[in-house]
């Protein structure tokens, strides 16, 4: 997926070097992921609220199959129509499917409190119906308790829920600068960027792996050797893979 993701302007990437990060994949590119296709990678973003991918529940339910959709999003998809269409509609249906906002506080460059009022995020699932939690997005187990509930209820028919992860963006919205217009355009306060820098997920749960003996400090280099090897592998790929040609321009505007 990785190779994926930052080859998408170049031919063999994701988007064939004709489309952007936020833009509907051919499903052919997605074959590997079977019916999860729109909420993986490089559409995370946005289309993760499309109202169209509420079919893929609709079908689900219908077919009775096990199958339930997550919808990962931004706070700054709370912002948006579509989500309260989609929460709508997923509830009335009583759809499978978990929307999962990850709430970093800041929408690029906007401090949550400029584009919301005080009202915490999972609270908003409520009037619609949907079973919503909030919990600290930063802790692996925390989220993976409230995750599997969901996954119990939408199994069970129960319809939608709402989870709500408390967490934060250690770089930039758009690389690890945010050099937007080649100067630093991050206007986070850098003490609050490092204060968030000691509660890193990624670290935390490795230090409980490691207290309580679930794992030793050499599995955890194995881990990240070929984790590293993987993004290293990838970014080869990707300045290997070739540019479109301008012939291309035209193609995938039309069905053909
Ligand atoms: C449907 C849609 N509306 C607006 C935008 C423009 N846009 C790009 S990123 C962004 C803010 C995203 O905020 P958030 O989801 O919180 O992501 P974060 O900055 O935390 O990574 C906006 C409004 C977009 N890409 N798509
Ligand atoms: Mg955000």
């Known amino acids: 997926m990785v190779s994926g993701r930052w080859s998408e302007g170049k031919r063999q990437g994701l988007g064939v070097g ?24 490089a559409e995370r973003q946005w289309s993760g609220v499309r ?25 700054g998809a709370t912002n948006e129509g579509v989500l309260y269409e989609s929460m709508n509609f997923a ?10 906002c990850e709430n970093n506080y800041y929408a690029t460059h906007m401090p949550i409190g400029e584009c919301r009022p005080d009202v915490p995020i999972f609270e ?28 119990g209820k939408c199994r069970a028919g129960e319809g939608p829920a709402f989870l709500e992860c408390l967490t934060y963006r250690l770089r930039g919205h758009v690389g690890p600068n945010d050099n937007i217009q080649g100067v630093h355009t991050d206007i986070r306060p850098v003490e609050e960027v490092e204060e968030w820098g000691k509660k890193d997920p990624i670290v935390r749960f490795e230090r409980y792996l490691l207290e309580n003996g679930v794992m030793g400090q050499q599995e955890i280099v194995g881990i990240k050797t070929e984790v590293e090897r993987e993004v290293e592998e990838a970014f080869a790929f990707a300045r290997g893979s070739a540019f479109p040609e301008a012939g291309d321009l035209g193609n995938y505007v039309y069905a053909e």
């Open 91 to 100: 509830a009335l249906k009583k759809l499978p499917i978990i929307f999962v």
């Open 51 to 75: 109202k169209k991918n509420r079919a893929k529940e609709l079908a689900a339910k219908m077919r009775k199959s096990r199958k339930i959709s997550v919808s990962f999003f931004g706070d």
């Open 124 to 151: 908003i699932a409520k009037s619609f119906g949907i079973e919503s939690r909030q919990v600290d997005g930063n802790d692996v187990l925390a989220v993976y308790e409230v995750a599997k509930e969901a996954v």
């Open 18 to 41: 004709c489309r952007g990060s936020e833009r509907v994949k051919r499903s052919a590119d997605y074959a590997d992921y079977g019916d999860e296709w729109p909420q993986k990678g």
